[in-house]
């Protein structure tokens, strides 16, 4: 299992050069990922590329970009941008974002959420193959593009799926998921389950399965835990969020933490790495005097080549 940590989901309390510190640190203390949100401040995938000039190994990711609002061809043509400034280590992940944001916030239509999505990975999985798009449908007519970026090869894209149907469409067309707000049980018995179906079904690889959760190294568990159910209570909101909750059978985001002592924290991540998580992205929770630099070092001792 590789180890990574989530940055940039506080948005502009970080410059530009506190961003791409946070990364270059989360490199230095060992960790295979860094994920860096896209919400309305620095876009990601442009973050991500200056990130990968200033650093030497570590995997880079978007957790994630909104598909709506860009174009599948203009949006390949930035992510493979950025795999070229950091060659084979950057992965593209792509969501629906959520009808707030889509419909009510930006004005587009978010009806047909699964056919919006197919139609979208049709044009930009050959893309970002090195091949052409030509595809007619309903949303999307792409003829003939092709798009030439040396040192980009070997880019993935993942999905922010967490329906049945989002799950079926990922396991066909695109290489794995990145999720949020996904208990162990639901990760176990739902995610990993029908997502690895579709892609045998499909005779495509195993699936890269991501998986996000709020985490801290701390005595003090239950304090801890009422402070990320204060931060995080929008999550508990959100539709899509919502119905993963509830699968689980958990009041809000605060009960999918991952809170305690070194030996809970271990434990906790091979569970879900027995489940099938192959990338761990923790979203370290700062609840406490030294709790974000305290996590993340222990993180990085949990990425060892034998993880």
Do not use: C
């Not at 590789?2 to 309390?13: E, K, L, N, Q």
């Not at 960790?31 to 949100?37: G, K, P, S, Y």
């Not at 401040?41 to 709506?68: C, K, M, N």
């Not at 493979?80 to 969501?95: D, E, K, N, S, V």
């Amino acid at each position: 299992m590789r180890i990574g940590t989530m940055i940039g989901a506080d948005g502009t309390s970080n410059d530009l050069d506190g961003v791409i510190g946070k990364a270059k640190h989360a490199e230095a203390a060992g960790l295979d990922n860094v994920w860096l949100a896209n919400i309305f401040s620095f876009d990601a995938i442009s973050t991500l590329a200056l990130i990968g000039r200033e650093t030497q190994r570590i995997g880079l990711g978007t957790a994630v970009t909104p598909t709506y609002p860009r174009h599948p061809t203009a949006i390949a043509q930035q992510a493979l941008t950025t795999q070229a400034a950091a060659p084979g280590r950057f992965t593209l992940g792509i969501g629906l974002s959520h009808k707030l944001v889509i419909e009510d916030m930006l004005g587009l239509s978010y009806e047909r959420r699964a056919a919006h999505m197919r139609e979208y990975l049709e044009v930009l999985m050959p893309l970002v193959r090195g091949e052409t798009a030509n595809y007619d449908g309903e949303e999307y007519r792409v003829h003939g593009v092709a798009l030439d970026i040396p040192g980009s090869e070997g880019l993935k894209v993942v999905l922010a799926a967490l329906g049945p149907a989002m799950l079926k469409i990922t396991g066909e067309l695109a290489d794995g998921t990145n999720t949020w707000m996904v208990g162990p049980k639901t990760m176990d018995t739902h995610i990993v389950k029908r997502l690895t179906a579709a892609a045998d079904a499909a005779g495509r690889p195993a699936p890269q399965v991501v998986g996000g959760y709020p985490i801290a190294l701390t005595t003090k568990p239950d304090e801890a835990r009422t402070e990320i159910a204060k931060n995080l209570v929008i999550y508990g909101q959100l539709p899509s969020y919502r119905a993963m909750l509830d699968r689980e059978g958990v009041a809000g985001p605060a009960d999918i933490a991952i809170l305690g002592d070194e030996n809970l924290l271990r434990g906790e991540i091979k569970r879900l790495e027995d489940a099938g998580v192959t990338d761990f992205n923790a979203a370290i929770m700062n609840v406490e005097d030294g709790a974000y630099e305290r996590t993340l070092e222990f993180l990085g001792s949990m990425s060892a080549p034998s993880s």
